[in-house]
């Protein structure tokens, strides 16, 4: 709680966990996050170790934020978190969410022994966002690359795709409803769906 207890601190890390961000691209991508408070975190996170900032070359030579190698090494505490609170009564598919955030729920929910037995190349366009990725040894591996020659290409916005992934809908009822666009072989589009589920909340 030291390193990461400050408000916003861990949801800045989420957004870097698939690679470098601009200052306006983290902004913009956590509602109600101020620049000022954005500045204060980044700085805080910076002198604990956790990120780093950098210019990319040119043409770009715009400066990003990411994480260090040390920062990085908390994704698994990240997730084992974002899988816990996916198991509270309160939890609400419906709620805004980053596109960073969608991408991340994927490789975090994903049923890796359901997952083994599909090989596919696949492509998402959240909100607008490319990403591409690939089943590894049953774990989602997620690049910011464009999915043009993907073979099963995932397109539509965050939230409405999670509800897509985390509902009880068929992938051709999402469809018919306008919840998402899909590029590619429809059956293996639903087998990839399957493998998410939302745990089920117990309190005894």
């Not at 994704?75 to 899988?83: G, M, P, V, Y």
């Not at 955030?101 to 022994?113: I, K, V």
Request: hydrophobic fraction near 45%; include cysteine.
């Amino acid at each position: 709680m030291d390193l990461l207890g400050e408000r916003w601190s861990m949801l800045i890390m989420r957004e870097l966990l698939l690679g470098p961000r601009r200052f306006g691209e983290i902004r913009g991508s956590l509602v109600g996050l101020s620049a000022n408070v954005l500045t204060q975190r980044l700085e805080g996170l910076e002198q604990a170790g956790i990120v780093r900032k950098r210019v990319l070359p040119s043409p770009a030579n715009a400066q990003v934020y990411e994480l260090t190698r040390w920062g990085k090494a908390a994704e698994d505490a990240i997730f084992a978190l974002s899988r816990w609170a996916a198991g509270s009564p309160a939890h609400d598919v419906t709620l805004p969410l980053s596109n960073a955030a969608f991408m991340l729920s994927l490789r975090t929910m994903m049923d890796r022994e359901k997952a083994r037995a599909l090989s596919i190349d696949l492509g998402f366009r959240v909100g607008g966002d490319p990403f591409r990725a690939q089943i590894v040894d049953g774990r989602l591996e997620i690049e910011r690359v464009d999915p043009e020659s993907a073979g099963l290409v995932f397109d539509g916005d965050p939230s409405l795709l999670a509800s897509v992934f985390y509902g009880s809908q068929s992938l051709e009822e999402s469809e018919a409803a306008g919840l998402v666009r899909v590029t590619g072989d429809r059956a293996v589009a639903q087998r990839f769906v399957d493998c998410f589920r939302l745990p089920v909340f117990v309190n005894d």
